[in-house]
């Protein structure tokens, strides 16, 4: 991974490579909890979940940040401006993770705002708005299968219904918000007034390999794939493997298998457009019972919503056939439906001119991963900027890293588009 330099000294007056050299240090030393031993998983109120929230609750504290962790989980510091009614500046992401995922998406974002706060405060820098470093206690969707829990509630957007959701244990999001000694009825005090924001900023890895191949550590993100995802379930007839004939059977697998194939088909024709079925299981299934049902999730895609939908119609004409032609049940049920996003142009520009200050040409790229920034559309200027990634562009694993000079990079371009907000403001 090559990368660009601007000098021994970075935007501010850091000394070059200082940023990233402690943001990576921070990732590391969070990445010590984990659910599991062999990798890193730390959803939703986990002990590791809950271990990554005092930490990082305790370098705010440490940086002379105003904390708290908040009714959903949230960490919350605050750079204060003089004025108690001046307006605030978000810089946030999150930081739980998939399942044996990785150890910066989601928490660069936290990280960099941490370390650029604690940079001003070295150098006694006030800002004329107060900024908000936010770190949010879940995005994923992993442990109650809905994403976004703590963007949702500061963005005003949480649904109560939510709180009746239940993990694989059977345990409510409400039962273990109590547990963890959070108050879900605190939840809609959360929410921010459009009035009181100037501006959501995040940092994020590129999650693809885009930036990699093009040679360049950072990105300017133009819109934000909106997504569908639903659970589906096939409901067939079991039988014998060995005694009911191919012509009479009612195999629940087999209509999944022609599902999955025609999802990816129908995605497979435009640009932009990808649908996944990331799960499918044969509950109660064995090598010598033809399967009675079948459940799989689905997960559609597009940078913007008209493209999003018309495929996901086709996909629901094409479950009504399937179940004609094959004599099987099937029930889809939409879990979550959010709106692709198209960044401020104004952010954009300038992130774009903060990136040309570090000697770095400026790329803007859209994105097909969700993230908490678009539970901010509507409600202020949003606007991102994306990391590259290293093996190939590949995150959600193990093998997910950036390097410390592309972390220095993305500090200092924030940093500069920081005091470029505050001149002007």
């Not at 003089?82 to 500046?89: C, G, M, N, Q, S």
């Not at 569908?228 to 012509?247: K, Q």
């Not at 997960?299 to 004599?327: F, K, L, P």
């Not at 570090?358 to 790329?363: E, F, K, Q, W």
Request: aromatic content about 4%.
């Amino acid at each position: 991974m090559g990368m660009v330099t601007q000098g021994k000294r970075g935007v501010g007056g850091g000394e070059s490579g200082g940023f990233g050299k402690r943001i990576m240090e921070l990732a590391e030393r969070l990445a010590q909890w984990s659910e599991v031993s062999d990798g890193l998983t730390c959803t939703y109120l986990s002990p590791a979940h809950r271990a990554v929230a005092a930490e990082i609750h305790n370098w705010m504290r440490q940086a002379g940040l105003i904390t708290e962790i908040d009714a959903v989980g949230n960490v919350i510091g605050r750079y204060a401006a003089d004025e108690a009614a001046a307006r605030t500046l978000i810089m946030a992401s999150h930081y739980d993770t998939v399942r044996n995922g990785g150890k910066y998406d989601g928490r660069l974002g936290i990280l960099t705002a941490l370390v650029l706060v604690e940079h001003l405060k070295r150098l006694g820098r006030k800002l004329p708005f107060h900024l908000d470093v936010i770190a949010f206690s879940e995005e994923e969707g992993v442990r109650f299968a809905s994403s976004f829990l703590g963007s949702r509630a500061v963005a005003g957007r949480f649904d109560r219904k939510l709180l009746k959701r239940r993990d694989a244990d059977g345990v409510t999001l409400e039962a273990a918000m109590r547990d963890a000694d959070l108050d879900p009825a605190k939840i809609p005090t959360l929410a921010r007034r459009r009035e009181e924001l100037m501006g959501y900023l995040e940092v994020h890895i590129e999650q693809g390999p885009v930036l990699l191949e093009e040679g360049l550590p950072v990105g300017i993100v133009n819109t934000i794939a909106g997504s569908i995802r639903s659970m589906v379930t096939i409901t067939g007839t079991a039988g014998h493997a060995g005694t009911v004939p191919m012509a009479r059977r009612h195999d629940a697998a087999a209509a999944a298998a022609e599902l999955v194939l025609y999802v990816e088909r129908r995605c497979a024709q435009v640009p932009m457009l990808v649908g996944t079925v990331g799960q499918l299981a044969v509950p109660n299934g064995a090598i010598n019972i033809i399967p009675g049902c079948c459940e799989l999730t689905l997960d559609i895609r597009a940078g913007d919503d008209a493209t999003r939908d018309a495929a996901m119609s086709d996909v629901v004409a094409e479950i009504g056939r399937i179940a004609a032609r094959r004599g099987v049940k099937i029930e889809s049920k939409e879990v979550q439906r959010t709106a692709a996003v198209r960044c401020s142009p104004r952010l954009q520009s300038l992130l774009a001119d903060a990136v040309a200050r570090v000697g770095v040409t400026p790329r803007h790229l859209p994105s097909g991963a969700g993230h908490d920034a678009m539970m901010f559309d509507g409600l202020t200027d949003v606007a991102m900027l994306f990391v590259r990634c290293g093996n190939g562009g590949v995150s959600h694993s193990p093998r997910e890293i950036i390097t410390a000079e592309d972390a220095d990079i993305a500090a200092r371009v924030m940093l500069d588009a920081v005091l470029r907000l505050a001149a002007t403001s």
